[in-house]
């Protein structure tokens, strides 16, 4: 079985945090670049976040600048997005991927199921 599993996901009011982990099975997530995706209701597939496997360098959107961040944690075959200082705006399913790729790309193989944040009050 090769899958990205997400979890962390919830309901949450404008201001708080959640975290957001992404586990990988049957495979060796440390040899990947791994990125964090969401769609919100009525939109399309946005990039979020990215975390490369060589030097651990990552991206982030424009939106989520300064209040997200993104990490690994290899021998946890994980990823994580802690998400801080969350707005309305941020309300999507989030949606983890991988590639066998030591820096961040467009193109991705592996893909989760998602996760549900609701940002609301």
């Known amino acids: 079985q090769v899958q990205l599993v997400e979890s962390g996901g919830g309901l949450v009011q404008p201001g708080g945090s959640l975290r957001l982990s992404c586990a990988a099975s049957?495979?060796?997530?440390?040899?990947?670049?791994v990125g964090w995706f969401r769609q919100a209701p009525g939109k399309g597939r946005e990039v979020v976040s990215c975390?490369?496997?060589?030097?651990?360098?990552?991206y982030y959107a424009d939106s989520v600048k300064g209040r997200f961040t993104i990490s690994r944690d290899n021998a946890k075959n994980t990823v994580y997005l802690q998400m801080n200082s969350l707005k309305p705006e941020d309300t999507a399913v989030y949606y983890c991927?991988?590639?066998?790729?030591?820096?961040?790309?467009?193109?991705?193989?592996?893909w989760g199921q998602g996760t549900q944040v609701t940002v609301s009050s």
């Open positions: 975390i490369s496997s060589s030097d651990g360098s990552t």
């Open positions: 049957g495979f060796t997530l440390g040899y990947y670049a």
């Open positions: 991927a991988s590639v066998r790729s030591s820096t961040c790309t467009n193109s991705y193989d592996y």
